[in-house]
């Protein structure tokens, strides 16, 4: 009796200790939400066990999903708080937001509505979930606007879960961006909004920091001197024009501050403090996001009173070393909404900038204006998807070619909040060649400084753009070792990225080859290969691809890269490697567009000597033996006689192509072609490939004259003499 009374005793303890652990999971989940900190917050809820049977702490773990750029468990979320009959109907506006992240804007629309059916008219949602339903009705025209540019996040060398903003071009060093983030290890690690250390409820304040771009790499990103940054947000707002000033901000709540200035050289004294910097430009009041224009020119964003509404953006110039006062910019530039992160191109004629105007895809749009000397400011234009997105699109600085600009984006494919992006236009910005040392809108006259030297250095626009490639675009393999890797999140990053490349050239085709280990037999592994890349067609067409355009290729296990055993142990490796899709893009114009490809990287001992000898040939011309065309898998001993055999088709037929060989001698594939013959294969015939990509007939003629294998080929088939 004594042992069961002690057990039942044991078993009570457990079992309070264990509801009591529970207890404080949830807890911790609140206090991590409160915070703001959501990604502590799922953790805790994730441990909590009773999470999917409270319908509030649903609701929080679904809105910190959101928050956190996870749309689809936030969906997820409120779902199940609904079927659970949940108190708190604003559920249906978080779905709204997260169909609006997803740029599903009907679906948006629909719980966006069915939130304002739960409200009365003098509630405080009624009016902003109004507005947000306009949005989407507004936002669904920018989904069939011809994109003007292509966009990719710079990756975690640069970006991290935290908050990365600001980015300044250097304006000494073309290859050289500085930036401000909030991440870890920043100085004063976690402190809370009273600048006191809390581990729990503190956030990482914002430092600044400097990264390099060599060889179409990012360097490691490195922090600014200590000096410089602090505990407090260090914000780096922009350089003089000869970059011998760094102008900052300091601030306690990121909303007000004080402007800083510094020598920021090598040989600056260690003991001399950055000092205020005295400009218009008023941190103390809120100002924000200044841009230095010229020695003479600056322009920010205020909100001071008498403007438009929220945030306007405003200009001072100096005359006779006095700034003068702010003046705002004028109605066809600022609106009620807030108007923020101006940037002006080199030629004073263009100005970039922000927006959270109703005519958004969501937060804050990019949009630029021109100025005209007889009409003004002209032209406004939303720079539109992918630039602009869902979220929020803010100060976007051009490059000093005019070929791509830098951006700060918290949209759902960003790696934390807000990440650094690139956007590389179709069409060069041709004003940031020229040079203005007094804007178009202040001066008429729009007096050009021509400097000889600087003419000398810089080529003509005509030469840029003939010689000069507008985008370095680094294509990598899509990795699987199952059929649900095969749309995994990073195959649906590149894919997105391949989708944006394509539309903005419309003249690219794309081939993807898919390879595998062996499965089983030859014919599965072939087939099942090919149905892998055409899940990845099937996404590309669903972003707008046109099928025609996409070419599809199954290698089965016919060419591994990686040896599928070492010392007759199946190999890791091979299995990490020879799982994947190849993507190769075709009718590339490298005046316009150079692709780099990332390949996998194998050791001579572990490679396989079948892929090497494939890769080399078809970097020249070879011929395959087209044998059989069918619609269902071909099933035939003739699959046993090589194992360069590739299965192949184009995304919008029905039939597939079954090739064997791949030879650089037009009479190899002879001999095999005859050979398929005898075997009553009487459709078999010869398809000449330059760089593993099919010859279209209309081109041979004009590639005989260097090749000499394909002239043999085109007078034996086509009996020319």
Same mark, same amino acid.
């Given at each position: 009796m004594r042992f069961?009374?002690?057990?039942?005793?044991?078993?009570?303890?457990?079992?309070?200790?264990?509801?009591?652990?529970?207890?404080?999971?949830?807890?911790?989940?609140?206090?991590?939400?409160?915070?703001?900190?959501?990604?502590?917050?799922?953790?805790?809820?994730?441990?909590?066990?009773k999470t999917e049977k409270e319908p509030a702490t649903l609701i929080k773990r679904g809105r910190a999903y959101l928050y956190t750029n996870q749309p689809d468990a936030c969906i997820a979320d409120m779902a199940a708080a609904f079927k659970l009959k949940a108190l708190d109907l604003r559920l249906f506006k978080y779905s709204a937001q997260a169909y609006f992240?997803?740029?599903?804007?009907?679906?948006?629309?629909?719980?966006?509505?069915?939130?304002?059916?739960?409200?009365?008219?003098?509630?405080? +949602?009624w009016d902003e979930t109004v507005t947000q339903i306009r949005k989407c009705g507004l936002a669904l025209n920018y989904k069939y606007t011809v994109p003007i540019a292509f966009t990719e996040n710079l990756g975690n060398r640069v970006n991290t879960i935290y908050d990365e903003f600001g980015p300044v071009l250097s304006p000494t060093k073309p290859d050289r961006y500085y930036f401000s983030s909030s991440r870890e290890g920043s100085t004063g690690g976690l402190r809370d909004a009273n600048g006191i250390a809390d581990v729990v409820r503190g956030h990482y304040s914002a430092d600044m920091y400097l990264v390099d771009l060599k060889d179409g790499n990012w360097s490691n990103v490195l922090p600014f001197?200590?000096?410089?940054?602090?505990?407090?947000?260090?914000?780096?707002?922009?350089?003089?024009?000869?970059?011998?000033?760094?102008?900052?901000?300091?601030?306690?709540?990121?909303?007000?501050?004080?402007?800083?200035?510094?020598?920021?050289?090598?040989?600056?004294?260690?003991?001399?403090?950055? *000092?205020?910097?005295?400009?218009?430009f008023q941190a103390e009041r809120g100002d924000r996001d200044l841009f230095i224009f010229s020695d003479t020119t600056i322009l920010f964003a205020a909100n001071i009173t008498g403007g438009f509404g929220g945030y306007d953006i405003y200009y001072a110039a100096k005359k006779d070393s006095l700034w003068g006062e702010p003046v705002n910019l004028g109605p066809a530039i600022n609106t009620a909404a807030n108007e923020i992160a101006p940037f002006l191109i080199k030629n004073g004629k263009t100005l970039y900038f922000s927006s959270d105007r109703l005519e958004s895809l969501g937060g804050y749009d990019i949009y630029c204006?021109?100025?005209?000397?007889?009409?003004?400011?002209?032209?406004?234009?939303?720079?539109?998807?992918?630039?602009?997105?869902?979220?929020?699109?803010? +100060?976007?600085?051009?490059?000093?070619?005019?070929?791509?600009?830098?951006?700060?984006?918290?949209? *759902?494919?960003s790696l934390g909040g807000k990440d650094l992006y690139m956007a590389y236009f179709k069409e060069q910005v041709t004003g940031q060649l020229e040079y203005a040392e007094i804007p178009s809108f202040l001066d008429t006259l729009r007096a050009t400084i021509v400097n000889d030297s600087l003419t000398a250095i810089i080529p003509s626009v005509e030469e840029v753009k003939t010689e000069q490639p507008v985008k370095d675009y680094l294509c990598k393999p899509l990795y699987f070792l199952k059929d649900d890797d095969v749309l995994s999140n990073n195959n649906l990053n590149e894919l997105k990225k391949a989708s944006e490349l394509m539309i903005v050239f419309p003249e690219l085709n794309i081939l993807l080859t898919s390879h595998l280990i062996s499965e089983g037999r030859t014919e599965l592994d072939l087939y099942f290969s090919l149905k892998r890349a055409e899940k990845v067609a099937d996404q590309l067409i669903k972003s707008g691809i046109s099928p025609h355009r996409i070419h599809l290729q199954g290698c089965g296990a016919g060419f591994p890269l990686a040896s599928p055993f070492i010392n007759g142990i199946p190999s890791s490796l091979a299995e990490r490697t020879n799982f994947r899709i190849d993507v190769q893009f075709i009718n590339t114009d490298t005046k316009k567009l150079r692709i780099l490809y990332d390949q996998p990287v194998v050791a001579s001992q572990f490679r396989d000597t079948v892929w090497d000898e494939f890769e080399r040939k078809n970097k020249g011309l070879t011929f395959r033996v087209r044998f059989a065309k069918t619609s269902q898998m071909l099933k035939s001993d003739v699959?046993?006689?090589?194992?360069?055999?590739?299965?192949?088709?184009?995304?919008?037929?029905?039939?597939?192509?079954?090739?064997?060989?791949?030879?650089?001698?037009?009479?190899?594939?002879?001999?095999?072609?005859?050979?398929f013959l005898r075997n009553g294969f009487y459709e078999a015939r010869i398809v000449p490939y330059l760089g593993g990509v099919e010859v279209e007939n209309d081109k041979i003629p004009d590639l005989m004259p260097q090749w000499t294998e394909l002239e043999k080929f085109y007078r034996a088939e086509y009996k020319k003499e």
């Open positions: 069961y009374g002690i057990t039942t005793v044991l078993l009570l303890l457990t079992l309070a200790f264990q509801g009591a652990a529970q207890k404080s999971s949830r807890k911790n989940g609140d206090t991590y939400f409160e915070a703001g900190k959501y990604r502590e917050a799922i953790k805790s809820y994730q441990e909590y066990s992240a997803k740029k599903e804007y009907d679906e948006a629309a629909r719980f966006y509505k069915s939130y304002l059916n739960t409200l009365k008219r003098n509630d405080k +949602d001197e200590q000096l410089l940054n602090s505990p407090r947000h260090d914000i780096l707002q922009d350089f003089s024009q000869d970059g011998s000033i760094l102008y900052y901000t300091k601030s306690n709540d990121l909303r007000t501050g004080t402007l800083y200035s510094d020598t920021f050289s090598i040989d600056r004294d260690p003991a001399r403090l950055p *000092v205020p910097a005295v400009m218009p204006i021109k100025h005209d000397q007889k009409e003004g400011w002209k032209n406004l234009k939303n720079l539109g998807y992918p630039v602009s997105s869902p979220g929020n699109d803010t +100060d976007i600085e051009l490059s000093y070619d005019g070929m791509s600009a830098v951006f700060t984006s918290d949209r *759902v494919e699959l046993k006689w090589r194992p360069d055999i590739i299965i192949e088709k184009q995304a919008n037929q029905e039939m597939f192509a079954y090739t064997m060989g791949n030879f650089q001698e037009y009479a190899s594939a002879q001999l095999l072609r005859d050979e």
